[in-house]
């Protein structure tokens, strides 16, 4: 059986009960999502699952004099084009998910199980490697991409679409 040790998570799962669980079998979880600081961490908050999570990865967000919530992009595009054509101007996941493998690979840990159901889920699921999961939720736009087939994937790819069979999968690798 191989060690799962990272999974960049979608937020829907924290319903499922299935995050404290991953947690404990070992998994490393990390937040990839293109929303921001303040949302994710309220909501992470909120189920009491904020340190479930080793690293939150969104757009920095900040209140304003006006009290008045302020997202900023995580690439910024003036002072750090991404270049990815996949993906929104303001974040790149494939990229935040290199710099993940390569910090990982370091540390030894070398399995990935990609979460996933948005357009910009497509980029990082390429940059997956055999042994790797890509794991779309069906009928969402990334399951879609996935089935047209535009470029090759290296990653076994599971959908999913039931949080409680998710965790089953996620938990026998
Ligand atoms: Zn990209």
Known sequence: MLPINFLPINLRLRRAGALPELRRSKCELRVVRDANVFFVETILK???????FTEINTNPSYVDEEGRLRILPFHHS?????GCKLCPANMCKGKIIDRIKYT???????????LGDGKGDYCPGLKLNQGDFLMPR????????????????????????????????????
Do not use: Q
């Open 46 to 52: 909120h189920h009491g699952l904020l340190e479930c």
């Open 138 to 173: 069906k009928n969402y736009p990334l399951w879609d991409l996935i089935l047209s087939n535009h470029h090759p994937l290296e990653a076994e790819v599971h959908e999913w679409s039931n949080a409680e069979r998710l965790k089953m999968k996620s938990c026998s690798g």
């Open 78 to 82: 003036t002072t750090s084009s991404h």
């Open 104 to 114: 990982s690979s370091i540390k030894g840990k070398n399995r990935f199980i990609y």
